[in-house]
């Protein structure tokens, strides 16, 4: 299986901050990767998928980058609603798997 | 409004069986993969199980943690997805989403049904 490894496992931020969390992959995923936020209380939500794209209705201040095992996610100029756990998920082979999410807090 | 709803879950006994059930509306169900992911506070987010499409002969994938113990199924016609879970241990506690996509991203997330296995 390929494991997805995250960091930091938490973060916190002040708003308007710019803060990047890192995805490796345990091997090559090309760029089948993407990323969700999951707000307290809430279900997952696509954010980001083939590492770059932004899904529909995604503020452009998140955006993705990366290929082969090492992958960012970047939110430029931090808001409230940013509160929320983040995922990275690889769909390069099966099983498909997630990272272990980094919890994102305002300072 | 693409909505998927989940049914089902509930408190089953260690050995016992549950059957899931979601239905999907909003998007063409025929058309998407679909997949169950649970979610626990031991493991995070975890993939189940996949099914794809009628032009794929439904060809389905699982999870070792699951295979043989769980069978994903789907009616088309009543745009609904089935999980079928046998065996149940505590380790297959969670939150399970119903999940619809394209390609090898979770697009589409329902709310989630809670299955507790405990005795």
């Known amino acids: 299986d390929i494991q997805m490894n995250q960091s930091p496992s938490s973060l916190s931020a002040s708003l308007g901050d710019t803060i990047t969390i890192t995805c490796h992959a345990s091997q090559n995923i090309n760029v089948w990767l993407s990323w969700y936020q999951q707000k307290p209380g809430n279900i997952p939500k696509l954010l980001i998928y083939k590492a770059s794209n932004l899904h529909t209705g995604v503020p452009s201040r998140f955006s993705g980058s990366g290929s082969g095992t090492g992958f960012t996610l970047t939110i430029s100029s931090l808001q409230p609603e940013d509160i929320a756990t983040y995922y990275c998920q690889q769909g390069q082979s099966y099983p498909w798997t997630f990272g272990g999410g980094t919890k994102l807090e305002i300072k | 409004e693409v909505k998927l709803e989940e049914s089902g879950g509930g408190l089953v006994q260690p050995g016992g069986s549950m059957k899931l059930s979601c239905v999907a509306s909003?998007?063409?169900?025929?058309?998407?993969?679909m997949s169950w992911v649970r979610q626990s506070p031991e493991k995070g987010l975890e993939w189940v199980a996949e099914i794809r499409l009628k032009s794929d002969n439904y060809a389905t994938h699982y999870a070792e943690s699951v295979k043989g113990k769980f069978t994903i199924s789907r009616d088309d016609s009543k745009s609904r997805l089935y999980l079928q879970m046998n065996s149940l241990r505590a380790e297959d506690t969670g939150i399970y989403y119903c999940?619809?996509?394209?390609?090898?991203?979770?697009?589409?997330w329902g709310q989630g049904t809670l299955v507790t296995v405990s005795a």
């Open positions: 999940t619809g996509y394209r390609y090898a991203w979770f697009a589409y």
């Open positions: 909003g998007f063409t169900f025929s058309s998407y993969w």
